[in-house]
């Protein structure tokens, strides 16, 4: 019996010495699981994806700015007389200040402050303070020093985004659709009205104004047969009738619609969903994850593609309600079936050019310099959704696919998604160029 529980217990000593280490979670991997709790009040909220984007720039910008007063990482460059009107940041870096969990505390209470159900972050706050006195093994001197000073920081930043024109969007008049031919009119089912037409009027964190980048002329309106214009719409229409299994995965891939509208009969329910910015944000993260990146250099990339997207929507939304062209819906059921409706819900703005188009050919652009070129990774961004994950061998392949993911689903024309395209690489090198992205 006694040799039966010595051998019992050497094997259990055996088994315990074979057994995996515990794993530790990385710096980047502990930023990309903070920003994901941002991403989940936004698709609670069914935040748009004009307003995902700026709330993703100015919290990843509070993480930037922290990293960057208390450490000056290499790589970091300083946003004053960069950004436009961005506030003075004085004093000098405190050793009290514990910057991993500044930078992480600061992300967290920009959210809180920022997003209309941000109050719901404060639970994981409190909790990365609990983390920081267990885990981090800090001080409450050092947790209160922290705290104190991200509180600072956050309040500036804070009253700099009150001052970027977006609170007095909603002070101005609605947008009234206008009834001539060629012109955006709303889409079924919901048939919305005009989402952010006033977008533009914000202040751009880099660009010298949201027309500063227009795209190409579009195709001039044409309702006669065979011509350019028609021609485009016919290619919509032809498209979407004989999509294949590998288009439709694309195109559903793509949709990143913060709020589908299904009906059933008599019934209408919502399906939340991540914006377009949201999905580009994960697959940020999935690429730090991926090259093991240090928290500086993480933070740095997200803030990076966050100010991107911000400025890119602007810019896009500049010609939108500039140009104000129909949907490829509203002509085809005029014009070539009246039944005919698109595989994605046709999202209620103006078509031209395609926001999927400029603002992933812009973030691409940027994530291409930032990783120093083509980096081959796998997108599960969409797996919670239901949707099966993707695998690249560059940026720039899936910003391309994410644009004609427009076309298979039957929401923008062809001219839309190759200018589109153009005007946020346009975007996209300007970012670099200015912000000595290397």
């Not at 961005?86 to 809180?112: C, H, K, N, V, W």
């Not at 048939?191 to 980048?213: G, I, K």
């Not at 933070?299 to 129909?326: P, Q």
């Not at 014009?335 to 595989?343: A, G, S």
Request: net charge positive.
């Amino acid at each position: 019996m006694k040799k039966r529980l010595l051998f019992l217990l050497l094997l259990a000593c055996s088994l315990t010495l074979r057994a995996e280490p515990p794993v530790v979670e990385t710096e980047a991997a502990a930023y990309a699981k903070t920003l994901k709790k941002l991403t989940d009040v936004m698709v609670n909220d069914v935040t748009g994806p004009c307003a995902s984007a700026r709330y993703y720039a100015y919290a990843n910008l509070a993480a930037y700015e922290l990293l960057y007063q208390q450490k000056r990482p290499a790589n970091y460059v300083p946003f004053g007389g960069l950004l436009r009107s961005y506030p003075a940041f004085t004093g000098q870096p405190d050793a009290q200040i514990d910057a991993r969990f500044g930078s992480l505390y600061a992300l967290l209470r920009m959210g809180e402050d920022l997003l209309p159900s941000g109050y719901t972050l404060e639970k994981d706050r409190l909790a990365l303070v609990k983390e920081a006195k267990n885990r981090f093994r800090l001080t409450d001197a050092r947790i209160q020093a922290t705290r104190a000073y991200a509180d600072t920081l956050v309040k500036k930043l804070v009253r700099y985004a009150a001052q970027d024109g977006y609170i007095k969007t909603s002070g101005y008049l609605r947008f009234t659709p206008t009834n001539e031919p060629g012109y955006w009119q709303p889409t079924p089912p919901a048939y919305s009205e005009a989402y952010e037409p006033h977008w533009p009027r914000l202040r751009p964190f880099l660009l010298d104004s949201a027309s500063q980048f227009r795209p190409l002329p579009m195709v001039k309106y044409d309702e006669k047969t065979g011509s350019p214009f028609f021609q485009l719409a016919k290619e919509v229409y032809d498209t979407t009738r004989a999509l294949t299994d590998q288009q439709r995965h694309i195109a559903n891939f793509w949709d990143c619609n913060p709020f589908f509208l299904n009906q059933k009969g008599h019934v209408s329910f919502g399906t939340k969903k991540i914006t377009p910015g949201g999905h580009w944000m994960g697959i940020t993260s999935i690429v730090c994850l991926q090259r093991n990146l240090s928290l500086a250099e993480t933070v740095r990339w997200h803030t990076l593609v966050g100010l991107t997207m911000a400025d890119a929507f602007i810019s896009c939304w500049e010609e939108k309600y500039h140009s104000n062209r129909i949907r490829p819906e509203t002509f085809i059921n005029q014009h070539l079936d009246r039944d005919w409706r698109p595989m994605l819900q046709t999202p209620p703005f103006p078509e031209y050019t395609s926001g999927h188009s400029v603002m992933s050919a812009a973030i691409a652009t940027v994530l291409t310099t930032l990783a120093g070129g083509p980096v081959t990774y796998t997108d599960t961004v969409e797996l919670e959704f239901g949707i099966p994950a993707r695998s690249f061998r560059s940026f720039e392949q899936a910003a391309s696919e994410a644009a004609v993911s427009r076309l298979y689903g039957g929401i923008h024309f062809r001219d839309s998604i190759e200018n589109g395209v153009a005007q946020g690489k346009q975007i996209g090198r300007f970012f670099i160029q200015k912000m000595k992205i290397k």
